[in-house]
């Protein structure tokens, strides 16, 4: 059932584009709100209005906003390709293959780790939101790589303190375009939504902290190795960090990859790779450490891109 809002513009807007204010009003990502502007549902002082134009403080608004979409619910199917790297009553560790989501997400149609587990028979944690139960972080659905997820609903607990507190050590490998001066280095820049609304996260004035580590482990003519250290786990966190560097990830066209090295290198995808993963074990408190190989397609760019140095 929609829902129909009408309030007067706060002082604070004044002069804020108009998807831009219901963005901030309404929680709304600054793409829905332009659709709901172009589809006639917001007025202003009674009339329709374009997303460009300015507001002023105390003018009418009126909007009709969406029903709240249901929330996804897994698809108990195999996964393809996923691999079980470890399991135990408690945690199960995956490498996660390419084109498969941490668990189901509003317009997400493909497959999901959660799914991928309950339909070959493993159990996972009924903690947190029924579309995410048992999952304590997350990797991009294109990057691949070692994933925990937990079984018990004490491993959960555990695992979300920990990777809270950032004791979790999460290694990455990536392949970036060119070579990082220096070879070695930390990122420390906040990240949040990009300003102009498109799905892509950037580094932000006053978003949330995140800090990258990184090390080159090769550098070759066109592109560098990097073993990468996560102390934080923001969303695109990697490819939003790289990408400031100006070396996004080979491939990662929507942190501005150069297409045309992507095409030699044959990759269709960001080049990263969750490697490892380690942690306390949530019953045992041994810490325990798990690897993941590269999947072919990066394993392939990687030998290309050696070769041709």
């Known amino acids: 059932m929609s829902d129909r809002r009408s309030l007067p513009v706060p002082d604070g807007l004044e002069g804020e584009r108009l998807d831009a204010a219901l963005s ?45 979409p249901s929330a996804p619910v897994p698809v108990a199917e195999p996964v393809p390709g996923m691999q079980i790297v470890y399991e135990d009553d408690d945690i199960v560790v995956v490498n996660k293959p390419i084109g498969v989501a941490a668990h189901p997400t509003t317009g997400w149609t493909g497959p999901t780790v959660i799914g991928g587990l309950l339909g070959t028979g493993h159990r996972v ?41 950032r004791t979790v050590d999460k290694r990455y490998h990536a392949l970036v375009q060119g070579h990082p001066d220096p070879h070695r280095g930390t990122v420390d820049a906040p990240i949040d939504r990009h300003p ?33 250290k996560l102390e934080t786990g923001r969303t695109h966190q990697i490819r939003v960090h790289m990408s400031a560097l100006r070396h996004p990830c080979v491939g990662d066209m929507l942190y501005g990859a150069d297409p045309t090295l992507a095409a030699r290198l044959g ?16 019953t045992t408190g041994e810490w325990v450490s798990f690897t993941t190989a590269y999947p072919d397609d990066l394993a392939r760019a990687l030998e290309a891109v050696s070769s041709d140095s």
């Open 24 to 68: 901030r009003l309404f929680g709304l990502s600054r793409t829905r709100a332009a659709e709901l502007i172009v589809a006639g549902e917001v007025l202003v002082d009674g009339s329709t209005a374009s997303k460009s134009d300015r507001l002023h403080g105390g003018a009418w608004l009126e909007v009709t906003l969406p029903p709240p």
């Open 125 to 165: 944690a009924t903690s947190g939101a029924a579309e995410r139960q048992g999952i304590v972080h997350r990797l991009d659905a294109n990057t691949t790589g070692a994933m925990v997820v937990a079984k018990s609903e004490h491993a959960y607990s555990h695992l979300k303190r920990a990777f809270k507190e």
């Open 196 to 228: 102009v609304g498109d799905g892509r996260w950037a580094v932000v004035a006053g978003g949330k902290d995140s800090v990258t580590h990184y090390d080159t482990i090769e550098a070759f003519r066109a592109a560098s190795l990097l073993d990468i």
């Open 267 to 282: 990759v269709s995808r960001q080049w990263l790779h969750a490697v490892s993963l380690a942690f306390e074990h949530p």
